[in-house]
């Protein structure tokens, strides 16, 4: 199997091309106005703010002296302690940060027996080019080779080729542990992920390294301090990986007020002003989109996809992190109100009932996890974050159908179906992991979360 992506122009032609015009336009764009320069960087921000992220979570891992070409893997389940927003309970997180550039690197996994895993492989840019796992590649051992663009060498036989639009990735591992006493078994297994150079693949791979929580690696940036600044940070991460040949006539515009590769346009007196509100203007419309589709009381987002067109929707979704996964990996049901448009409170008692046969049609798993305002998860006394289709000793009633009640007090049923709540606001998440075509539609309907009364 061979993924194929965009071609990428190489670093001397894009600061060439951008300086060749840039010098010469950028002073009538200048002159013609603040308006429309900062048009002009509002789009940059918008369009560049998923690589200005990743190259600050890369950063944050070579200050906290993470390996790259090598796994991070969380030795259990997310908890409270991860004070980061909306991590899944369902599964052990991993990463690892590729260098592609003086050759590929090999990815080895295991056969995993049918179990739930995906390595999600994302370019410079957040793209989320290509996935190997149960729903992509299927669930028996394999070896892929991640390469860089441009790259022209032979593979031995037996590795499938991937080719990476950039020449850093980030290859994040979700691995399903299906309760407590699976948990062993799902750190052996993802602990046979491993990394190895093509040159070097006849050599034993380094295995895996742990850590109390991988996720912690990755938490939220929020860039509306940066200001104009932004803008240089946006020339440093376009050096380090260029961008798209199709790109080529946005990077001209943006050349016009002095943003590219290399450059510090928020240096210049003349442009820092406006860059600063630019970056104001424009941080505001990625925080107040909206690209969601609502479900009989739920919102989900069904247009993320590996190469999202939009520039708005991927600065939306990767402002809270890398990793979103494309719809037919995973589809993600929100919601903060009940069935009456009021907002979820420990203070009121809630029931989400599904009919019987009118679970989530998943081909993996699902899962409703409850979160604070923040998105972190709440602690609470008997330490259940989630209920799902693998929560031991959840009962469904006579007819098929299951009732899962949330509140902050046990529920006079028992505490066999019990999802706690703050005594405060909270949220909920349904995960639907490879989702079905009925999901993926929206044809299905999650049930609305009802009052008790």
């Known amino acids: 199997m061979t993924y194929t992506s965009l071609t990428r122009i190489g670093l001397t032609a894009v600061i060439s091309f951008t300086a060749g015009i840039g010098t010469a336009v950028a002073a009538e764009t200048v002159s013609s106005g603040p308006p429309a320069v900062k048009a002009i960087a509002e789009e940059a921000y918008i369009w560049g703010e998923p690589l200005v992220l990743m190259e600050k979570y890369a950063q944050l891992a070579k200050d906290r002296n993470f390996p790259v070409n090598r796994f991070a893997l969380s030795t259990n389940l997310s908890t409270p302690d991860d004070k980061v927003a909306g991590p899944n309970v ?11 550039r003086k050759e590929p690197q090999v ?12 390595i999600q492989l994302i370019d410079a840019y957040a793209n989320s080019f290509a996935y190997v796992g149960r729903r992509a590649t299927g669930t028996k051992e394999g070896r892929f080779a991640i390469t860089g ?11 499938q ?55 912690g690696a990755f938490p939220v940036f929020d860039l509306s301090g940066s200001g104009a600044k932004f803008f240089d940070d946006l020339g440093a991460a376009l050096q380090a990986d260029p961008p798209a040949a199709s790109d080529g006539e946005r990077l001209a515009r943006f050349a016009q007020v002095g943003i590219g590769p290399g450059r510090k346009p928020a240096e210049d007196p ?32 069904l247009q993320v996809a590996s190469f999202i067109k939009d520039p708005l929707a991927s600065a939306a979704i990767n402002r ?54 923040d998105f972190f998860l709440v602690r609470n006394p008997i330490q259940r974050y989630s209920i799902g289709d693998r929560t031991e000793g959840v009962k469904r009633n006579d007819d098929g159908s299951l009732d899962i009640y949330i509140q902050h007090d ?22 639907t992991y490879q989702p079905r075509p009925e999901v993926l539609s929206a044809n299905y309907k999650v049930p609305a979360v009802e009052r008790v009364q």
């Open 320 to 373: 809270w992190g890398p990793g979103t996964h494309i719809a037919q990996e995973a589809l993600y049901f929100f919601t903060n109100s009940d069935s009456d448009g009021k907002t979820l409170s420990g203070a009121t008692r809630y029931r989400l009932h599904f009919a019987a046969g009118q679970l989530p049609p998943v081909d993996a798993f699902w899962s409703l996890i409850l979160y604070g305002p």
């Open 270 to 301: 003349k442009l820092a002003d406006v860059l600063q509100e630019a970056a104001k203007s424009a941080e505001a419309k990625i925080k107040a989109a909206n690209f969601s589709t609502p479900v009989n009381g739920w919102r989900v987002n």
């Open 410 to 431: 046990p529920p006079a049923e028992g505490a066999s179906n019990w999802l706690p709540a703050p005594e405060g606001k909270f949220q909920l998440i349904l995960r």
């Open 161 to 215: 080729r991937i080719e990476s639009p950039t020449n850093r990735v980030l290859a994040l591992t979700r691995t399903l542990v299906r309760g407590q006493a699976d948990l062993a078994n799902a750190q052996a297994v993802q602990l046979q992920y491993t990394l190895s150079a093509l040159s070097e693949l006849t050599q034993p791979a380094q295995p895996p390294f742990t850590l109390q929580s991988a996720i």
């Open 90 to 100: 369902d599964t052990l997180y991993g990463f690892a940060w590729l260098d592609l």
């Open 149 to 159: 663009p441009g790259w022209t060498g032979t593979l031995p036989d037996g590795v």
């Open 107 to 118: 990815l080895h996994v295991p056969d995993t027996n049918d179990r739930y895993y995906s």
